[in-house]
């Protein structure tokens, strides 16, 4: 059988391809899967433990068996384009975009009469990592899985939490220092569960969606 693989971040690096194309035994397993890629790269089967995998755009555990015309991707750990466009009053707004966040257009999407707060979170690019002094960050997504899991986040922010409107919003592509990189939002009656919903949303995000990104230092390294 034939699967499609999609590599991200450094794996992509180490496999020197963004895509390819295998061939498996039928009833072979993803682990099958990502064995042959580490016999063909050494470097990539000692990521084995800090890898993890989706199969059709869903995190899939090792031992998945794989089926003919499956899309499977190797990802490395997230960074802790279209969008879907903005939906109806009470829903979400889930969007990947390449341009400035818009922070306040944004907000006012959210707000309605019977709304007595909006909670805001952005996350903005900083001049240094690790007491090294940062020039600008890179980010990179496998964007069809991550505005479904964005999309999940959004969901368990309104039915957990209470919110009655949200937003995930995450810039993709080359960002400045002070540039905003993501911006969560939630608006309730009420301001405690804006503010829970708000931050249940920036941490599941930076656990669980497929983004990453890259560092580049003014000493030159990245």
């Known amino acids: 059988m034939r699967v499609r ?6 794996l992509r ?4 391809r963004a895509e390819d194309y295998a061939e498996l035994a039928d009833g072979a397993r993803l682990e099958d899967l990502f064995a042959n890629y580490g016999q063909r790269y050494p470097k990539l089967a000692g990521f084995r433990h800090s890898v ?3 199969v059709n755009q869903s995190f899939a555990d090792w031992t998945s068996p794989l089926a003919m015309g499956d899309e499977v991707a190797f990802l ?10 903005a939906l109806a009053r009470s829903e979400a707004i889930i969007e ?3 341009q400035r966040i818009q922070t306040g257009e944004i907000s006012s999407r959210l707000k309605a009469p019977e709304d007595g707060a909006i909670v805001v979170f952005e996350g903005i690019v900083r001049n240094e990592s690790g007491g090294r002094r940062t020039l600008y960050l890179e980010y990179e997504a496998y964007e069809a899985m991550a505005l479904k899991q964005m999309g999940v986040i959004g969901a368990a922010m309104r039915s957990h939490f209470g919110a009655d409107s949200v937003a995930l919003v995450h810039r993709l592509g080359r960002l400045e220092i002070g540039e905003t990189s993501v911006l969560i939002a939630a608006s309730s009656a009420h301001r405690r569960a804006a503010f829970e919903a708000c931050r249940y949303g920036i941490d599941t995000l930076k656990q669980t969606v497929p983004i990453w990104k890259k560092e580049y230092f003014e ?4």
């Open 13 to 16: 690096e180490i496999v020197g």
């Open 52 to 54: 993890v995998a989706s």
């Open 96 to 98: 990947l975009v390449r």
């Open 219 to 222: 000493d030159g390294a990245v």
């Open 76 to 85: 490395p750990p997230v960074s802790g384009g279209a969008g879907i466009p």
């Open 5 to 10: 693989v999609l590599f991200f971040g450094q």
